[in-house]
């Protein structure tokens, strides 16, 4: 109930009239069942512009953390507000405080609800497309749901009216599912779980046109290519090799 109510009264008008974002291939979103949103990540609008652009509410995987509301009225408030909309906490220590992060994503998708993960893990460090993490391969596999892939542009943002972050014409486009049932017995498969994730980063590059690099953002935005070197990893697109072959084993045979 809440999540409509911010939707419909906040965030659609703010997005669609002040923002003037439009959505592109709204008809390749499936109005039921369970899936997963797969989008890039260039700006800390995305996660504002994106569900408010959909015709299903979203739930977002956020950080254990953003729950517990310690930190002061602010953090309380955010801890509130994710509560109240639906998010899911994800618990990311390992073990099975993440066993159990993992099991309350599947109970939505089970439920019929729509997921959303960035694959990058976080925020591209400078509007490139960076190589994509597998566990949504496994998520989706494991739960053999489609995967919507979605492209993001122009939500880079700017200091509006009244201090609140603005964005100018921002354009989320929406591809087609993917579905991957020949590999839905192999969740395990490292490399099915490398070929699907290419697979899913190279269609967002497609619907956004942005140059891809080869490696995770957080070795540019903190690890050992912060002070440069990305460019040697470019390249055309994501994976591309051919489609890994199964073993009787591993297809459930």
Not at 97 to 107: V, Y
Request: overall charge positive; proline content about 8%; charged content about 20%.
């Amino acid at each position: 109930m809440w999540y409509r109510f911010f939707k419909a009264l906040i965030f659609h008008p703010l997005v669609r009239f002040g923002y003037r974002a439009k959505v592109i291939g709204a008809e390749n979103f499936p109005r039921t069942g369970g899936a997963i949103l797969v989008s890039n990540h260039i700006g800390a609008l995305d996660s504002l512009v994106v569900p408010a652009m959909m015709p299903r509410p979203l739930t977002f995987p956020a950080k254990a953390e953003l729950f517990t509301g310690q930190g002061g009225v602010g953090a309380k408030i955010i801890a509130w507000f994710l509560k109240v909309v639906g998010m899911v906490p994800m618990d990311r220590s390992g073990g099975r405080a993440s066993a159990d992060a993992l099991g309350a994503i599947s109970d939505q998708l089970a439920a019929g609800h729509v997921v959303a993960i960035y694959p990058e893990g976080t925020r591209s460090p400078d509007g490139r497309l960076y190589k994509g993490k597998t566990g949504m391969a496994r998520i989706a596999l494991q739960n053999d749901v489609p995967i919507i892939p979605v492209g993001v542009v122009g939500t880079k943002s700017y200091k509006g009216p009244f201090g609140i972050p603005w964005a100018k014409r921002p354009v989320v486009r929406i591809g087609k599912p993917l579905r991957f049932p020949e590999f839905a017995h192999a969740p395990g498969n490292t490399k099915v779980l490398r070929w699907v994730t290419d697979e899913v980063l190279a269609s967002i590059q497609a619907l956004t046109g942005q140059d891809y690099v080869d490696v995770y953002a957080t070795r540019v935005k903190s690890g050992d290519l912060k002070d440069g070197g990305s460019d040697a990893f470019v390249l055309p697109r994501p994976g591309g090799g051919d489609k890994p072959q199964l073993e009787p084993r591993d297809a459930g045979a």
